[in-house]
């Protein structure tokens, strides 16, 4: 048997809790070519200068590698669901100047006219209640679920309201959107028995997904709502209004990213903050620190582990490798943000690191657009948790981790508490 | 003792008692006085400046401030940390000898120095016929002052402002006049605004910017005279063609002047283009030989570039002064083999219009431009310049995201044009003609000069110009 | 309080305008203006931006408070 790549072992779901040992071995070679011709990139360095690039592609069609990974035709176990059932980009498989326009158009109905864009901002209050209601929601309570009782209900409430989703629709996506993580998968274990047997179901959840996102367009073009589709469906932007399949993929993607990496970093956040006492303590005593605490946290634990649609349009020489023309190119920013070469002791957390450029929402022109929002709801939510909760302890540790490699998170974080204060 | 260790007492000596004077407490100034005491200089620190303001950044005078929004006196630069220096603001350096290592002030007094750093910086050029220039609204604008007064007067309104010369700061004031809803009339020189930073072609593009946002925009002109009313305040310009401009603000954008009179005598090699220095900042005496106690950095310094031939640029860019004042002071409490170079990738941003101009490299030093990404009727592009076959700079409008992908190409002497981009290719990625103007065709001063190399041969003697 | 941002690291992502848009903001899609000396009561969502910068480009006094010893 071919002993697997550092990579490929990254990737099984057994090391989902630890993937950093092997991420260490991945960087020994910064530009790795893996046996299905895909480059993984995973130093800080290297991953920012592909990110520059205006030789690389985020558009997974214009890679004949990525689209015949996409197609059922093409016996690879590795096929991609959710690119599969959509048919139009969103803004993160496009490239300029679709992706550009496509971006300026939606920015403002999230953050607000270009003068005062004041509405990130705006929710502040309605994350603090929605938190302490949570919060209070535990009281009497010894052992919760940081995932299902916190981390979870905040980022998804707060999405319906920003997107105008109705909330009563939250355990229809829910559904869809799990079945599709857990048929997908990048690794050896895509091949399994259980993984393909999963496939079939995870497409017709992006189906069902794509046409929930289209009717809820519909039903706003017919009768406009709140929020920022029916804002996007019905009023013409500077440089027009956007089609109605790019904008029904867009849809899509805001409400999935929109609230899954949240989720995912709330539990992390709670999850290393216990598992490190005196970080823990230091954000107790001095609470001012959770802004620079929540650039760490998206450090140490990123949200979104690598990304998977980018590839070459040419031949690109970096750190003494080429990646040939066409090659898919995946940016492994898990890896990229426990490099040493730019990170000081990289495995500490430290609320304290001065020059924390680290890559947890990217960078250049695909730089997260969620990040405000994402921000706000970590610092208000770990904020009030580590000031409320009573001596919380974990336990599990590593808790059980939901399957997907790429939105990497804890499944459930079960926690003791001694109680809620005020 | 071996060398080695004796030049390390003389290291720890210095640090520990050693004078050091900063002549300039500006951007430069400051940080080089951070740096001192952050690599361990305990001696004693002093800084003069010319101004009475401690330092504070320039660029947002000609925006943000003579846009009335922010306040002139709302520029204090922040602090990295404490510097624990005697200030001696309000009086200017006045003279340096070098034989008896004092700086003299304008109030007389020498102040006595074992290691100096020069960063006196620029000023801007003045309108050269000093009865207009003495006339009530005519301004130029370097410090806070110019911006403080510029401001207020934009703020009446004025009927009409007359920008002369479309340099960077001349078209950014311009900018703002039409941001206020001010009519402006620019006159410049050259073909287009910003041909002597950024070329013909370019210029093309900016000049249609203007245009497009109500500029009167008048080019291969010069201002003749300047007109005053009995009252001695400017009423009306004549230009180089005849024609009149009715204007009561004029603001002369004329490029700037090194500080360097107060060096004459002193047998440095100082002159129009600056005081010449190696890449550490080690300012050379008039020979061309390098000195070991006397340090330049900032916009009035001038060094030879590994990247662009070896040639001696001085760069009035932000980050220079920042990091070439790092790397000075570093010099400053450290020999060899601990000296550092400065070897900076220039780089700069201007805002107007509403469109983010940025370029890095040396513009000026190539022949050639090709579109690279991007539309230019957007104006939402990335340009590339090249010379033999090398990538020497790149301009970004609204493009800065990409700016660093051809930083790195400059760095590695990639070639020229650069590989095509995958996506958003401009419909003529043809390399054509840069056009920047022959350097003797007077325009806006460009911000980076290029000249040859050192003063050399066995004696040198300059015979300072006076205006 | 006083701040400085590198603009030639600035890469127009407009997080800080979006935390603090009473002391940065965009002239057009990318061209950023800021207040250097904003109010101390801006503090919290100053602190914010600088935190939010993809680039780390804003530069905050780390002498706040503290004696600077100027003459003027």
Not at chain 1, 377 to 399: I, M, S, T, W
Request: aromatic content about 8%; glycine content about 8%; hydrophobic content about 40%.
């Amino acid at each position: 048997m071919v002993e697997e790549t550092p990579w490929q072992q990254a990737l099984r779901y057994a090391n989902r809790a630890n993937p950093y040992p092997f991420y260490e071995e991945l960087r020994k070679t910064p530009v790795a070519r893996q046996p299905d011709g895909t480059y993984v990139v995973s130093t800080y360095r290297e991953i920012v200068t592909l990110l520059h690039d205006p030789r690389v592609s985020s558009d997974p069609r214009k890679s004949p590698a990525l689209v015949a990974a996409g197609t059922e035709h093409s016996g690879e176990p590795a096929a991609e669901p959710i690119r599969e059932a959509l048919t139009e980009p969103n803004i993160i498989t496009c490239d300029p100047p679709e992706h550009d326009r496509d971006r300026r158009t939606m920015m403002p109905h999230f953050v607000g006219p270009p003068h005062a864009p004041h509405l990130i901002s705006d929710l502040e209050p309605d994350i603090r209640r929605l938190v302490d209601g949570l919060l209070d929601g535990m009281r009497g309570k010894t052992r919760i679920d940081a995932v299902d009782d916190f981390a979870y209900p905040l980022p998804v409430t707060v999405i319906c309201k920003v997107l105008g989703v109705p909330l009563e629709d939250e355990p229809r996506f829910h559904h869809w959107i799990e079945t599709a993580l857990d048929g997908l998968d990048f690794g050896p274990e895509a091949a399994s028995e259980e993984i393909r047997s999963r496939l079939a179901g995870a497409r017709q959840a992006v189906q069902d997904f794509g046409q929930f996102a289209a009717e809820l367009l519909d039903r706003y073009a017919d009768q406009p709502g709140p929020g920022m589709l029916s804002a996007l469906v019905n009023e013409d932007g500077p440089e027009g209004r956007m089609s109605k399949g790019v904008l029904a993929s867009n849809a899509l993607l805001l409400i999935f990213a929109g609230h899954e990496t949240t989720v995912n970093l709330i539990a992390h956040s709670v999850l290393t903050l216990l598992r490190h006492p005196e970080a823990l303590d230091k954000l107790r005593r001095r609470p001012e620190l959770i802004v620079p605490a929540v650039e760490e946290l998206l450090r140490f634990e990123s949200s979104v582990q690598f990304w998977h649609t980018r590839s070459a349009l040419e031949d690109i020489d970096i750190a003494g490798t080429t990646i040939p023309k066409g090659a898919p190119i995946f940016l492994a920013y898990g890896s990229a943000n426990r490099d040493p070469e730019r990170f000081t002791d990289p495995d500490a957390l430290d609320f304290e690191r001065r020059d924390n450029q680290h890559l947890g929402f990217s960078q250049g022109i695909h730089f997260c657009f969620g990040a405000p929002l994402a921000r706000l709801e970590v610092q208000v939510a770990v904020g009030e948790f580590v000031r409320r909760v009573e001596n919380p302890r974990l336990v599990e540790d590593p808790p059980p981790y939901r399957h997907n490699q790429i939105f990497r998170g804890p499944r459930h974080v079960l926690v003791d508490i001694d109680g809620i204060r005020d | 003792m071996t060398l080695r260790a004796t030049v390390a007492e003389l290291v720890r000596e210095f640090r520990a008692s050693g004078r050091i004077v900063i002549v300039g407490a500006s951007l430069a100034g400051l940080r080089a006085a951070e740096t001192l005491r952050e690599e361990g200089f305990t001696g004693s620190l002093t800084i003069i400046g010319d101004e009475p303001y401690e330092p504070y950044d320039r660029p947002p005078l000609s925006k943000q401030v003579l846009k009335g929004w922010v306040p002139a006196d709302h520029t204090k630069l922040p602090r990295m940390r404490e510097v624990d220096a005697d200030w001696r603001l309000g009086v200017a350096a006045v003279g340096l000898d070098r034989a008896t290592k004092q700086v003299r002030l304008a109030n007389g007094e020498q102040v006595p120095y074992d290691r100096l750093l020069i960063a006196t910086g620029t000023r801007a050029r003045q309108w050269p016929n000093p009865a207009e220039a003495a006339l009530r609204g005519v301004h130029t604008i370097r410090s806070r002052d110019d911006a403080e007064q510029l401001q207020k007067e934009l703020a009446e309104p004025p009927s009409r402002v007359l920008v002369i010369g479309a340099g960077f700061i001349g078209s950014e004031v311009a900018s703002v006049c039409r941001e206020l809803d001010i009519p402006v009339t620019v006159v410049e020189r050259g073909s287009a605004p910003l041909v002597g930073a950024l070329g013909g072609v370019i210029g093309a593009i900016a000049a249609q910017l203007q245009r497009d946002h109500g500029v009167d925009l008048r080019c291969g002109l010069g201002v003749s005279s300047l007109e005053g009313d009995s009252g001695g305040h400017v009423r009306r310009a004549q230009l180089s063609d005849g024609s009149i401009v009715d204007a009561d603000v004029v603001v002369a954008s004329l490029g700037s002047i090194r500080n360097v009179e107060w060096l004459e005598g002193s047998g440095l090699a100082a002159g129009f283009w600056g005081v010449g220095c190696d890449a550490g900042g080690r300012a050379f005496d008039i020979n061309g030989v390098v000195t070991d106690s006397i340090f330049v950095a900032g916009d009035v310094a001038r060094a030879p570039h590994v990247l662009y031939e070896y040639q001696f640029l001085a760069m009035e860019h932000w980050d220079n002064a920042v990091l070439g004042a790092e790397a000075a002071a570093h010099n400053m409490v450290n020999l060899e083999p601990d000296y550092r170079p400065h070897l900076l990738l220039p780089g700069f941003w201007s805002g107007q219009f509403g469109v983010n101009i940025k370029s890095v490299g040396v513009p000026p030093f190539g022949d050639e431009i090709v579109f690279t990404q991007g539309s230019v009727e957007e104006r939402r592009f990335a340009a590339a310049y090249g010379h033999r076959g090398r990538i020497v700079a790149a301009v970004t409008f609204d493009h800065g995201k990409w700016l660093e992908y051809y930083g790195k190409l400059i760095e590695h002497s990639g070639p020229f044009p650069p590989p095509p981009p995958g996506w958003d290719q401009p419909p003529d990625m043809k390399p054509m003609p840069a056009e920047f103007p022959d350097p003797r065709v007077p325009t806006a001063i460009p911000d980076v000069v290029l000249t040859g190399h050192a003063p050399s041969g066995r004696t040198a003697e300059f015979r300072p110009r006076h205006h | 309080m006083r701040i400085v941002v590198d603009l030639n690291r600035c890469q127009g992502y407009a997080q800080c305008v979006y935390l603090a848009h009473e002391v940065f903001r965009l002239n057009g899609q990318e061209a950023l203006t800021y207040e250097p000396n904003p109010d101390d009561q801006r503090r919290l969502q100053v602190e914010r931006a600088a935190a939010a910068c993809p680039v780390q480009a804003i530069v905050i006094d780390r002498l706040d408070g503290e004696e600077r010893g100027e003459t003027s």
